[in-house]
């Protein structure tokens, strides 16, 4: 049972453009929501981190909207440059361990 | 001072062989994770330590793995017998709260 469902698997964006990857998770007693961002040959570097409680956090270009309702949460990543060009995964935690989406590959040309 | 690092940073090894991944947390953080990254699965949860607690190993994929943790502060990481499908990253991470922070991880090639 995958318990955080992830998309697009990837996504090619132009210079300056607003990328948004989306995230669903099924288990309600999730209570933190990070995003990482990994290079390759390179771990997973945390990005920015959300808590049910706020709809939305903004973090230099990047910003999460979260939608408790919905079960729903989404990165945006404003005016991407070719450096945002890695791999993205959404996760989601009770306490401790993260369960992760299966990530998106986003390319900026 | 620096972040998470692990070593070797690449392994390859035979079949049946066993192999030992090792993991040096941030200074001060009290949890530490090991997950599994590979091509078919993701990002997985091996195993977790906080503190001087039992740890959690209900993401340990057989009794082929364990791990320790020495002092509360390096851990590793044990495969024995191994087989092809335990090719893959190994990532570790630790914590002093909700954040989690990784190493570069180790990539495990068994032939």
């Known amino acids: 049972q995958q318990q955080v469902k992830q998309s697009p698997q990837s996504l090619i964006v132009q210079k300056g453009g607003i990328p948004i990857i989306n995230c669903a998770y099924e288990n309600t007693a999730f209570d933190y929501f990070p995003w990482y961002q990994q290079f390759p040959g390179k771990g997973p570097a945390l990005l920015i981190a959300i808590r049910p409680d706020v709809s939305e956090k903004k973090e230099g270009r990047f910003t999460i909207s979260f939608n408790k309702s919905a079960k729903q949460f989404s990165l945006h990543i404003m005016d991407s440059q070719p450096g945002d060009s890695a791999t993205y995964f959404c996760a989601a935690s009770v306490h401790s361990t993260l369960t992760f989406g299966k990530g998106t590959m986003l390319l900026v040309s | 001072g620096a972040g998470v690092s692990q070593s070797p940073s690449n392994k390859v090894t035979e079949k049946g062989k066993d192999v030992e991944l090792r993991c040096d947390p941030i200074?001060?953080?009290?949890?530490l994770y090991w997950y599994r990254q590979s091509l078919g699965q993701g990002l997985e949860f091996l195993i977790y330590f906080q503190g001087n607690s039992a740890p959690d190993k209900s993401g340990l994929p057989s009794d082929r793995f364990s791990a320790e943790r020495t002092g509360g502060s390096v851990s590793t990481l044990t495969i024995q017998r191994t087989q092809q499908e335990d090719s893959a990253v190994y990532l570790c991470?630790?914590?002093?709260?909700?954040?989690?922070?990784f190493g570069p991880g180790t990539r495990l090639t068994v032939t």
């Open positions: 200074s001060g953080h009290t949890a």
């Open positions: 991470a630790s914590s002093l709260e909700r954040e989690q922070y």
